[in-house]
Every structure is written in C-alpha cells, then in structure tokens.
C-alpha cells in the first residue's frame, strides 16, 4: 500500500466524520424535540377533547368505554375525582396529585408533566385536563404518551444516518482507492521515467495526458528528456566537429614538420612554403580554439559586456579602415551610405567592432567581384545596418542554418578561404546578447545581405 493511498484516505474519512457527525447530533435533537412537541400537543388535545366529552363519572361503563377509546389510539389514561383521587385508569400506576396540580386543575388550568410508571419504570409525558359539569370541578382527565414515542422516529432516523454513515465509509474508501491510483500510478511511472533519465535513457517518454498537474508534470518530464536529448546531441556533435576541425590542421602541420626534419625538400623555397604551410596551420588552429572559447563562454551567458553608448557610425568606419587592405587585395570596392542623425545605442564597442569585422570578412572573402555596401538608417527607436555583397550567395535551403555552429555551405571553399564555421555563430550570440536581431537574405551568385537591428539607448 502506498503511501498516498493512506493519506488521502486518512483526510477523507475524516472529513465523512467531520461532516457526518456534528450532522447526527444536530438532526437527533432536533427531530427529538419535534416529536416531544408533537406528542404533547396530540395528549394535550386528547385530554381536552375526553374531558369535555365526558359525562359521568360514576357510571362504570362510561368510565370503560374511555378506556377502551384510549386502549386504540394507543395512549393511557387515568381519571381523577373532585378530590384528586384515581376512579379509572389504564394499566398505569401513578401517584395521586400533588397539591400545586389539584390547585391548578380545580381553577381550570390543563397540567402538563412527565412521570414514571411505578410497576414498569417506563416514562411517560402526560396532560391533564379538568373536568367541569356546569362549571363546578368534577375531576381531571389525564392522557399519557410514554416518552419512547417521541424516540422510536429519531432511532430510525438515527439508524439510516448509521448506515449511510456505513456507506458514505464505504464509498469514500473506494473513491480514495480509485483516485489515489488515479494519483499515484502516474506519479510512480514518472519516478520511473526521471530515474531512467538520469541513467541517460532519453528516449523514455511519459504517458500521462491528462489535463491537470500531473499532466503538465509528466509533459514537463517529456521536455526535459527531450531538452537533454538535444543538449547531449549537439554535445556530441559539437566534439565531433571540433576533433574533424582540429585533424586537418594538425595532420598538416605534423606532415610538413616531418618533411622538413627528414630533409625531404629540394630547394629553399619549398622549405619556405612548407614553413608557411605550417604557420598558416597553426594560426588556424589557435582561432579554431579562440572563436570556440569565445562561443562557449557566450552560450554560458559568461561574457561580461561593457555597455555604454555607442556611436554606431563610428564603429562602423573602424571596421570599414581594418578591412579596407582586404578590399583593395581582392579588386572590390565598398560603399558606405550612413545617415549621420543616428542615435547611440547601448552596447559594447569591442563586441560590435568583432561583430561588423566577420560579417565583412565574410563579405570580402564570398565575394570575387564587385561591391561591398554597408547601409546604417534609423526608424522610430531601432537603428538599422545592413551589409551587402555581390557575391556567391548562399543557397535557399542552407539559410536556416547558417548561424549554427560548424555549418558551412561548401566546406572545402570556407576552409580555403581560412574559415573555421564558428563566425556566424558568434556574431549571432553577439548581436542577441545585446538585444539586438539579425537576419540574412541571399541570392545563389548574386549576392548576401545581412540585416541587424538594434534598440536605441533610453
Ligand atoms: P566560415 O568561417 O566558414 O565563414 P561562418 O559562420 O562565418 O563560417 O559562415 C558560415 C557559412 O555561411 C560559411 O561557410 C559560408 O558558406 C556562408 N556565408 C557566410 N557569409 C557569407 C556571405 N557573405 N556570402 C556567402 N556565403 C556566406
């Protein structure tokens, strides 16, 4: 038995108790003193009605036929004379009347009171009623109602309220079984599944539909199966792209180094180009390890940016001076066309200026020929650039996923050109971490255009 079982058990009976109880109390004294007053009521009428019917008290048969009346509406009676003293009366054995009675029934008044049978013990309500012949006190008439009457409905009542009691017991143990499997079959089969998650079985995936917490706690386990999936994939496909990144290289480097030490070279200049060959490498490499740094530490949220305000023009024309020597090498020209009434916005100059510099880089080295334009403009409270080139493009289908990591369009032409995949990747977590958007369109061999957008500062 589980443990939920027993506390919503436990909290469901007492609550049919809780409920129930006080219930049982209240309708008892109620419906008890309901009857008490209906049975008072009934002898006090009854007393009354016989008294003034009554019209003798010394004829015998008189005196039977009321005990007879009285024998078939179930009651008892007793009569008294002038001087209080019992002439007739049912199988009942009383005390003669106290003095206060005598007095009050001799004015003219009913009585009213509760007495006990001496030879039964039974007790009994009983109204006393005076009898008058022409207005001098003959006697009274008593009619009596034993007080178990005014029970026998309650015990009735008090019965079905036990066995409805009985049931509700029955019924809620059955409706705490039923729901707390309902509970706790869900909550042990997700036990189940996080257990095998943490074990590193992802694909386990929970069942519970339904349309309450538990089915937005299952659905939340579903997406962190899902969520550590991916995480453990990218994981996997990131070391992956890092080891293929790191081989070339490497294996260059360690072929040429190995020429160059078994003297493997006829001239002096093949050994220059083999010494370059290296050296080109090894930059490589150490760019490959420095963007992905640099990623790692954006995607932890760990870069610690020194905003302030920008003039984005500024910024711009810097960029524009470093990459200038790479433009006129290539035969490319670039067009600034920049609105001077921009306003600053807040960000980090050192992180726009990487930002501008490997998106032109980009540029210049997907571009043979043609023009480069950089458009800086601002609307309402966003400034605007957009870079352009004339260059390769990149196919329709690729664009999706050109920001990701490692995902280049042609790989042998990115890696000749010195690319290591990861520029667009950061420039994206660059621009995002300072609340800016980007977005590309591209035209196979005519041309790239990259849009970025950024808040104005306040
Ligand atoms: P890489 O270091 O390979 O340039 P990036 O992340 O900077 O890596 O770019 C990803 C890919 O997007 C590149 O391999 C290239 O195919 C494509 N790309 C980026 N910028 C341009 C551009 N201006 N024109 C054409 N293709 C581009």
């Known amino acids: 038995m589980n443990r939920i079982v027993l506390k919503l058990g436990a909290i469901m009976m007492s609550l049919i108790l809780a409920v129930l109880l006080p219930l049982g109390f209240v309708a008892d004294r109620i419906l008890t003193q309901f009857h008490y007053n209906q049975i008072q009521e009934e002898i006090q009428e009854l007393s009354q009605k016989y008294a003034n019917s009554i019209t003798s008290l010394n004829d015998e048969e008189i005196l039977n036929m009321y005990k007879n009346l009285a024998y078939f509406m ?6 008294t004379d002038a001087s209080g003293k019992v002439i007739a009366s049912t199988d009942i054995q009383t005390d003669s009347l106290s003095i206060e009675e005598f007095k009050q029934l001799s004015e003219g008044s009913p009585v009213q009171k509760e007495i006990e049978d001496r030879a039964t ?19 009274s008439f008593f009619v009596l109602a034993p007080v178990e009457d005014a029970h026998a409905p309650v015990h009735k009542i008090r019965d079905l309220l036990f ?12 409706i705490t079984f ?3 499997r309902r509970m706790s079959n869900p909550l ?4 189940k599944a996080t257990r095998e998650i943490a074990k590193g079985n992802l694909d386990i995936r929970v069942n519970t ?3 309450d917490e538990l089915g937005s706690l299952s659905s939340a386990i579903n997406d962190l199966a899902v969520e550590t999936n991916r995480y453990r994939t990218n994981r996997r496909e990131l070391f992956a792209n890092i080891s293929h990144e790191l081989r070339t290289p490497i294996s260059y480097i ?8 078994n003297d493997l070279f006829e001239t002096e200049e093949e050994k220059q180009y083999y010494l370059t060959i290296i050296e080109d490498e090894t ?4 760019r490959l390890i420095n963007d992905l740094f640099d990623l790692a530490k954006m995607e932890e949220g760990k870069v610690a940016l020194q905003l302030e305000a920008i003039d984005l023009v500024e910024v711009i024309e810097n960029a524009v001076l470093k990459v200038d020597l790479e433009v006129v090498k290539k035969g490319l020209t670039l067009v600034t066309e920049i609105d001077r009434d921009i306003p600053f916005i807040k960000a980090d100059g050192n992180r726009l200026n990487q930002i501008f510099i490997n998106l032109l880089m980009n540029a210049i080295r997907y571009t043979e020929k043609g023009t480069i334009q950089i458009k800086l403009w601002c609307n309402k409270n966003n400034v605007y650039i957009t870079i352009e080139d004339t260059g390769i493009g990149i196919p329709k289908e690729e664009l999706p996923f050109i920001f990701e990591r490692f995902h280049r369009v042609e790989k042998s032409r990115s890696r000749d050109l010195g690319g290591t995949g990861l520029g667009l990747a950061i420039v994206k977590n660059l621009v995002e971490i300072q609340q800016g958007t980007i977005s590309v369109r591209s035209e196979l061999n005519k041309g790239t255009k990259f849009t970025l957008s950024f808040p104005e500062a306040e």
Request: net charge negative.
């Open 163 to 174: 066995l409805s009691a009985v049931g509700a017991f029955f019924l809620g143990l059955g």
């Open 209 to 211: 539909l339904t349309n």
């Open 188 to 191: 042990l089969e997700m036990e």
């Open 121 to 139: 013990n039974d007790s009994y309500l009983v109204s006393g009623y005076p009898i008058m012949f022409s207005d001098t006190f003959q006697g």
């Open 254 to 261: 360690n072929g040429y180094s190995n020429v160059i030490k």
């Open 178 to 180: 039923f729901l707390a």
């Open 74 to 79: 179930n009651k008892e009676i007793y009569i």
């Open 283 to 286: 930059e490589r490499v150490m």
